[in-house]
């Protein structure tokens, strides 16, 4: 049983994401560039983060910012999103096997729609797509792995949580999952830190270290 964060782990989405995000919050006064938006906001909600960037730097931002922000965002997605590498691969092995997997993300149903659409993976998980939108309280809390982990059916210490953000390592570990890092650009060091079970930096190597 596995569960799979979306962004960075099933869709390249984080180098397209923040280039828009840290575009918007250029022009709005606030210059930070692709890699320092990733560095700084990865893992987080964005209809958080911006209220808080908002009243601490005082950007004066409109009411429909965040409205502004996912149009721009959704236009480059639908047209430049790839499903990670070795995925499918890592997919199809789960599912010759019969081992059941969904998705749990931080992101909107909507843009998951997008992004799993445009990669060709969303026939993948139709009907168990969970977004953090469902429950009470996003990662780094429990709440969204043990509401995806209920609905399936699954006991949560008989999953494996796939995750590249410290956020969400923190999640899998706090819903008592076992928690495997991601970190496909580094040693995975910082999602040791938090506390992931083992990393990797390859879906070959996630494959592996599911031990199926």
């Given amino acids: 049983m596995i569960i799979f ?19 918007m919050l250029t022009e709005a006064g606030y210059p930070v560039t692709t890699e320092e938006a990733i560095r700084q906001f990865k893992g987080g909600r964005i209809r958080t983060i911006v209220p808080q960037l908002d009243a601490d730097h ?69 009907g168990r797509i969970f977004s953090a939108d469902m429950v009470a309280r996003p990662k780094p809390f429990p709440d969204l792995f043990l509401h995806a982990a209920k609905t399936m059916g699954w006991d949560p210490e ?21 928690a495997i890092g991601f970190d496909e650009f580094g040693d995975g060091s910082e999602l040791a830190a938090v506390g992931a079970h083992e990393t990797t930096s390859s879906m070959e190597e996630v494959w592996e270290k599911l031990g199926l």
């Fill in 58 to 126: 005082n950007l004066g931002l409109p009411d429909d910012w965040l409205e502004q922000f996912y149009r721009r965002q959704f236009e480059a997605l639908g047209v430049e999103t790839k499903a990670v590498a070795g995925i499918e691969d890592v997919l199809d092995r789960l599912d010759a096997k019969g081992v059941p997997f969904c998705v749990a993300s931080q992101a909107q149903v909507a843009k998951m729609r997008i992004t799993l659409g445009v990669s060709g993976l969303w026939p993948r998980f139709e």
């Fill in 158 to 178: 008989k999953v494996t949580v796939v995750e590249d953000s410290k956020t969400g390592v923190r999640a899998a570990v706090a819903a008592g999952m076992r």
């Fill in 5 to 23: 964060d979306c962004d960075g782990v099933l869709v390249d989405t984080e180098l397209i994401s923040n280039r828009i995000f840290a575009e």
